[in-house]
């Protein structure tokens, strides 16, 4: 839902509530829900749902045990909103509430409304809309299910006509069309009507908060209003303020989403951590802070390098918000995480959003983009860019994450065979009439993998989420790149190395990338942790688009990598057999050693000098037509994600960035495939078709919605692979 018709929802609803403004400035009425007379708390009205079947004032059960409010969808839903609360015009506040969720699957996002609103009003009582990009005074509630009770945050600067806030919780129940082909639809929304959402503590508070007796306060100035910062104490214990976006890796870091954070702490010496990503230098500054006093920190983030100068742009392809259980951050929006995701150095994101925000993106893309009327997670400024695509999640063949996908993906039900991801791809690659372009990447393609269990993972029907179609679509030339940095259990990346190694040794051309499959509001991974930097001709979700087609790649977690080879980058070709090489590498977290690999073997090396970085410069001979790479790693950080490696490389091996390859050419002589290297990937597929004849055993009798699967759906997936297979077949010769 666009924000003008989500605004006029609004209106109709709400705009002619004449509601007595409360008599207590900036305190919610009854915000606990404990008081009350008859079915009705004090302080709340009931503006449209059923007592006891759509919503009730509920006697027990809140986040201390006693009464609270519960809204679902059944019988169409329910709206409720509190009495306007007297604030001061341009002063900050924070809206905080207590927020419980469950249901099954996408529930939450197969309603029409769903959303938190707060929403401004005049000295006349009438609703006040800004114009600010940011305001989003309707917080859409993607969650669909939390642990237990967790707390739903925003903070909000009333503008200058503002004289009250009023505070409402709505749902209306959707009804969304169950008659796609494959049963997408029915899988994902069919469950509702089993959505529940509890409601309790509501408060407003005028921020910054006073410092309680025996206390100081530290304020930091955050950096640009983007950055990751930790504070810990003497102790070592991390600290962070309510309301932020906090995450438990990263040594337990937070995002305050605001340029300035205030901690109101016991006297003693902490620890003020900053950083943006990889190419600034990380920020630390152990301070005092003394009772009844103020300390103030300003980090400073200097660039080491600056890529978006030389058009290569670092982002995250692989990014989740209320995909699965577990929020704790409720109230989380796509735009919160592009806000994150600019403070961890990034960019640009493709974000995967569930099927609904895709196409209400692609519907407002085709509208011409309208600013007034945006969606959620349509989001620009100067030094970001993003758009929202889509997971395809083939659960057999493989997961595919599309990079700026144009119109409305179709794809199929997850837990069938068809339509296979070369189907959904097609799609991709014909774009739309505005000429959107979009790019494939094969995700976390290793997942339950390692060098000793390949085939045996390969042929069973059980194992899911793994890339089975991997060789299948490099060979039949649907994959722009595969996720070589990814979380994977187990992380063995040594095994895709190899593997990749071996697809390039057959002639093959594809690039390599990483993303972090976050899921931003569960507030564990941290976003872009793994990441693709990508060169574009323009700084436009198109042209990285296009970067990610052409193979102009490399992928870190850490590490900044610069390679060239004859004067071109990743992506590109170059003559042989005599080819200049420059290459060069560094980490703010300590680098071991930077590699050029020929043809899978290591032709140059080099170390870091006393300024940290490791560089090389050489003229190489190379006998036959092939691929050069540059990879570099170094030891792990607690600020990094190593999840790509094994916990036993982690301390020595834990930073890693590659390059996609230059591709070398010999004329007259050739790239010679190598037979076993061939006869492998045709085990692959073998081995990948038992498993595809044995699906639809496994799955009789669990189909949830949609059709069966049937004999012409496994069929044409064979005959995709059996494809695929002819094209080994002839390299091996």
């Known amino acids: 839902m666009n924000r003008n018709t989500a605004w006029a929802e609004y209106i109709e609803e709400a705009g002619a509530l004449d509601l007595p403004v409360a008599s207590t400035p900036e305190t919610v009425p009854n915000g606990s829900f404990e008081t009350g007379s008859g079915p009705l708390p004090d302080g709340w009205h009931l503006a449209s749902g059923v007592l006891g079947e759509s919503t009730k004032w509920q006697a027990d059960g809140g986040v201390d045990g006693g009464r609270c409010l519960w809204l679902t969808p059944r019988g169409g839903g329910a709206s409720w909103y509190g009495r306007p609360i007297p604030i001061t015009p341009g002063a900050e506040y924070a809206f905080r509430c207590a927020i419980k969720r469950d249901g099954v699957r996408h529930w939450a996002h197969a309603c029409r409304i769903n959303w938190v609103s707060l929403v401004f009003l005049d000295q006349a009582g009438q609703p006040v809309r800004t114009e600010a990009e940011n305001d989003q005074p309707l917080v859409p509630i993607r969650c669909r299910k939390t642990a237990d009770w967790v707390e739903g945050w925003r903070h909000v600067v009333a503008p200058a006509p503002a ?52 206390k100081g306060r530290l304020t930091i100035h955050v950096p640009e209003g983007v950055a990751r910062l930790r504070v810990t104490s003497e102790a070592g214990d991390t600290v962070a303020p309510e309301a932020a976006v906090t995450y438990s890796h990263g040594g337990g870091c937070f995002h305050a989403l605001r340029d300035a954070v205030h901690l109101a702490l016991p006297p003693g010496s902490y620890t003020v951590e900053a950083m943006r990503g990889f190419q600034r230098c990380p920020f630390s500054q152990t301070v005092p802070v003394q009772d009844g006093g103020e300390t103030v920190v300003e980090p400073a983030l200097p660039r080491v390098v600056d890529w978006p100068r030389q058009g290569w742009y670092a982002g995250d392809h692989h990014l989740h918000l209320s995909f699965h259980g577990a929020t704790r951050h409720p109230m989380m929006t796509i735009d919160d995480l592009y806000c994150v995701a600019r403070g961890e150095g990034l960019d640009f994101v493709s974000f995967c959003g569930e099927i609904v925000d895709q196409h209400a993106y692609a519907d407002w893309r085709e509208q011409g ?33 599309l990079v700026n996908a144009p119109g409305h993906i179709a794809p199929g039900h997850p837990w069938w065979l068809a339509p296979t991801n070369v189907r959904v791809v097609d799609t991709v690659l014909e774009g739309d009439r505005h000429g959107t372009q979009g790019a494939v990447v094969m995700a976390h393609p290793y997942h339950a993998m390692t060098a000793d269990n390949v085939l045996k993972v390969l042929a069973d029907p059980t194992v899911t989420c793994l890339g089975r179609e991997l060789p299948v679509d490099v060979a039949l030339g649907y994959a722009h790149t595969m996720d070589l940095l990814s979380v994977e259990e187990p992380a063995d990346l040594d095994l895709r190395f190899r593997d990749y190694f071996r697809l390039l040794d057959l002639g093959m051309r594809i690039g390599v990338s990483g993303a972090s499959d976050a899921y931003a509001d569960q507030g564990t991974e941290i976003l872009g942790s793994l990441r693709t930097v990508v060169q574009g001709d323009a700084f436009t979700m198109d042209a990285i688009a296009m970067g990610y087609r052409g193979q102009r790649t490399w992928t870190t ?132 078709c038992e498993a595809i004849r044995g699906r639809m055993a496994v799955l009789e009798g669990q189909g949830p919605g949609g059709p069966a699967m049937r004999d012409e759906d496994v069929q044409a997936a064979l005959d995709l692979f059996y494809r695929a297979r002819a094209v080994y077949e002839k390299l091996r010769g």
């Open 163 to 214: 004289r009250s806030l009023q505070i409402g919780f709505r749902i209306v129940r959707g009804e969304p069309a169950f008659d796609d082909a494959y049963g997408f639809r029915r899988f994902w929304h069919g469950e509702i009507d089993t959505g529940q959402w509890w409601i309790d503590d509501v408060r407003l508070e005028r921020m910054p908060l006073p410092v309680e007796p025996s």
């Open 369 to 401: 983009r309208p600013l007034d009327a945006r969606p959620d997670g349509a989001y620009a400024t100067t030094d970001f860019v993003s758009s929202v695509s889509h997971e395809v999640t083939q659960d057999l063949l493989g997961h595919v994450c």
């Open 557 to 688: 977690n850490g590490p900044l990598l610069e390679f060239r080879a004859g004067g071109v980058g990743a992506g590109n070709c170059v003559a042989g057999p005599h080819v200049h090489v420059e290459a060069g590498a560094f980490s703010n977290w300590g680098l071991t050693r930077l590699e050029v690999i020929a043809n899978g073997e290591v032709v140059a090396d080099a170390t870091p000098g006393d300024d940290g970085w490791a560089p090389l410069d050489v003229e190489l001979d190379v006998e036959r037509s092939g691929w050069l790479i540059a990879r570099c790693w170094g030891p792990g950080h607690c600020a990094l994600n190593v999840q790509s490696t094994p916990p036993e490389q982690h301390q020595d091996r834990g930073q890693w960035a590659v390059t996609s390859p230059v591709y070398v050419i010999v004329e007259g002589k050739p790239l010679e495939p190598r037979r076993e290297d061939a006869e492998y990937f045709m085990r692959w597929i073998d081995a990948s």
